[in-house]
């Protein structure tokens, strides 16, 4: 079973940067694609996606540009560098692995077998 775990959240003002780790552990299988997802009210919103065997990344249109997905296969953790960063881009940030083959969007959180904790973003004018 995949173990999750975030970190690099913090508190920033407005055009600041932050980078998020995701740090994956207790895994047989290699994930198809890790994810990042935010939330600041009741629902999840997927933030960028990357695809483990090519490196392929997806982003939602609110971070193009200023945030990047990235993975270092040594360490087997995955980052989201997150540049400009901007009030509307505060809350829990969380990491999940998709396992298991899903035929939908990578957006959707029923694609996803393993979520870590979560790390908290505060972005301040």
């Known amino acids: 079973q995949v173990q999750l775990a975030e970190s690099g959240g913090g508190s920033v003002q407005a055009g600041g940067s932050l980078r998020l780790s995701c740090s994956a552990s207790g895994h047989t299988y290699t994930p198809n694609y890790v994810a990042w997802f935010r939330q600041a009210g009741k629902e999840r919103e997927g933030v960028a996606v990357i695809y483990i065997s090519n490196g392929k990344t997806i982003y939602a249109n609110s971070v193009k540009g200023r945030f990047t997905i990235s993975q270092d296969d040594a360490k087997n953790t995955v980052y989201l560098q997150m540049n400009t960063l901007k009030p509307e881009d505060s809350g829990m940030y969380y990491c999940?692995?998709?396992?298991?083959?899903?035929?939908?969007?990578?957006?959707?959180?029923?694609?996803?077998?393993?979520w870590g904790q979560g790390t908290q973003v505060t972005v301040s004018l």
């Open positions: 999940a692995a998709a396992i298991l083959h899903f035929d939908g969007a990578w957006s959707s959180e029923r694609a996803y077998n393993a």
